[in-house]
């Protein structure tokens, strides 16, 4: 590993990159579709339209901005849905062992989720991943904004071992995880096995990959150029 390559720390999404949830996610969003008298959606149909801030996606859907009403009725119905779903599901392939082996290597890499905090530290101890992480950092705010703001604050939270924006890169599935990255002058790798098309992925101008194993390639690829 080149000298360049050491220092790169990775930033990690949870939901759709390390943690294959997307069945669990169309499942809970067709739930939360009937309650509310909308028409079920498909994964792919889900896929194309998937947007963050998610009050955007309901625009795309409904054909308007739902009111702050019914943004708290979807908000909750969907997470009420999805949290009784999200114990049968496990990370994505090979993640667990990306994850030990960076850290055998001594490299640094941290967790930053739009999932509620309380839901994610418990979830992430239960598949034994926890240690692998210098720092693990959910939502704590409202959930109808995206990760550019806390993504900053991530960040700021790790100054002593992710100083340099050039060494970091953000992985996710949703092309708010480049917008973050873009915020904070990171780097980001996409993956394709979680909340977006890849044509809805490679229109955010990044590297977009197939595999996490690829996805850590590719982000030692870029930082060290």
């Known amino acids: 590993m080149s000298t360049h390559s050491v ?8 939901n759709g990159t390390l943690f294959h949830d997307i069945d669990a996610v169309i499942e809970a969003t067709n739930a939360s579709f ?9 994964l792919e149909r889900y896929q194309e339209l998937y947007c963050v801030p998610v009050p955007r996606f309901y625009e795309r859907l409904l054909g308007r ?10 908000d909750a119905t969907f997470h009420r849905h999805y949290w009784a779903l999200a114990g049968r599901c496990g990370l994505a392939e090979g993640a667990a062992e990306l994850l030990a082996a960076r850290r055998a290597a001594g490299l640094t890499q941290s967790l930053c989720s739009l999932a509620p905090q309380d839901n994610l530290l418990p979830v992430v101890t239960s598949h034994g991943i926890m240690e692998h992480f210098v720092r693990v950092d959910g939502r704590t705010g409202p959930s109808n904004q995206g990760k550019a ?16 924006p050039g060494r970091i890169v953000v992985i996710g599935d949703a092309l708010d995880d480049a ?17 977006h ?27 060290a150029g």
């Not at 220092?7 to 949870?14: F, K, P």
């Not at 009937?34 to 498909?42: D, M, S, V, W």
């Not at 703001?149 to 340099?164: G, S, Y």
């Open 65 to 74: 901005l739902p009111t702050d009403a019914e943004w708290e009725v979807m």
């Open 34 to 42: 009937a309650e509310l008298g909308l028409a079920p959606i498909t």
């Open 149 to 164: 703001a806390q993504m900053a604050r991530h960040l700021a939270a790790l100054a002593d071992v992710a100083a340099d």
């Open 7 to 14: 220092g790169t720390h990775l930033v990690w999404d949870w």
């Open 197 to 223: 098309s890849r044509a809805s992925l490679e229109s955010a101008g990044v590297p977009v990959v197939d595999s996490l194993a690829a996805a850590v390639a590719e982000a030692e690829r870029i930082a």
């Open 179 to 195: 917008v973050a990255a873009a915020h904070v002058g990171a780097h980001a790798v996409l993956y394709t096995g979680g909340s």
